[in-house]
């Protein structure tokens, strides 16, 4: 078996067998390597090598609003407009490419991405205090219910 195909596989089986939680996070983690990525390269004057980047970015985004359930908690509709500011402000940083419109997208993110991981690791931990069925899960579809998206 070749390298490409063992690390396919293994990638495959991670996001196959990784919680809500965990998936929710390596979206977010991978949305602000794709953002470092983008606008290094921005900045380096190689738009055609920033460009699938942000579309990649875009995609990410494009699946956070899909799963996101504004019902299931007061801040979602706020999330689901930054999402959408985001979403904007990506596809016009591609355009015209420009990295200081990369860059503060990526200032946004980060602290998001970073309260995600909290709140995935405070969903993990009271998980394993608490009886499987006593843990709320917020509507949706068996998505990213613990953490109100899905």
């Known amino acids: 078996m070749n390298y490409t195909a063992v690390r396919t596989r293994y990638l495959d089986d991670t996001v196959a067998t990784a919680s809500p939680a965990k998936l929710l996070t390596m979206l977010y983690d991978r949305l602000v390597l794709d953002l470092t990525r983008a606008e290094t390269e921005q900045r380096a004057g190689d738009r055609g ?23 299931a908690w007061d801040g979602a509709r706020q999330l689901m407009s930054v999402y959408t500011f985001l979403l904007t402000e990506l596809i016009g940083a591609n355009v015209a490419g420009d990295p200081e419109r ?9 602290p998001l991405r970073d309260a995600w991981h909290q709140a995935a690791q405070e969903v993990t931990v009271t998980s394993t205090l608490e009886p499987i069925g006593s843990l709320p899960v917020m509507a949706g579809s068996g998505g990213f219910g613990e953490l109100g998206v899905g």
């Not at 875009?58 to 504004?70: A, F, G």
């Not at 990369?102 to 980060?110: D, G, K, N, Q, Y």
């Open 49 to 71: 090598a920033a460009g699938p980047h942000l579309t990649h970015a875009q995609d990410i985004l494009s699946e956070l609003m899909s799963t996101l359930d504004v019902s």
């Open 102 to 110: 990369t860059a503060a997208c990526r200032e946004l993110v980060e």
